[in-house]
């Protein structure tokens, strides 16, 4: 597919970009190698590649989940204003 510089004239007026005509020709000529470019790909047989999601077989290195911390619960709620089943008491701030 080959824009014709009719074609490019009306993408630039719909895209209200204000062309010369030596803009208009360099635009139609890079449109086009675009084109040529997407048309090369496409003809390129792709059947029995699974798609991925990154160009490099890449994976994040993760830290095992363990537990580093003592549980404080207790020290914590000792101090809390009001507790009732190891839960926080606080006041109704919504009607």
């Not at 290195?61 to 363990?66: A, Q």
Request: proline share 3%; aromatic share 4%.
């Amino acid at each position: 597919m080959s824009l014709s510089l009719a074609d490019v004239e009306k993408v630039a007026r719909l895209a209200r970009l204000a062309m010369n005509d030596e803009e208009l020709k360099a635009a139609q000529s890079q449109l086009n190698n675009i084109f040529g470019l997407i048309a090369e790909m496409q003809a390129v047989d792709t059947k029995g590649i699974e798609p991925m999601s990154h160009a490099q077989d890449v994976a994040q290195r993760l830290r095992e989940d363990i537990v580093t911390e003592t549980n404080q619960r207790e020290a914590f709620q000792a101090v809390a204003p009001q507790v009732e089943q190891g839960l926080y008491l606080v006041p109704q701030v919504i009607e």
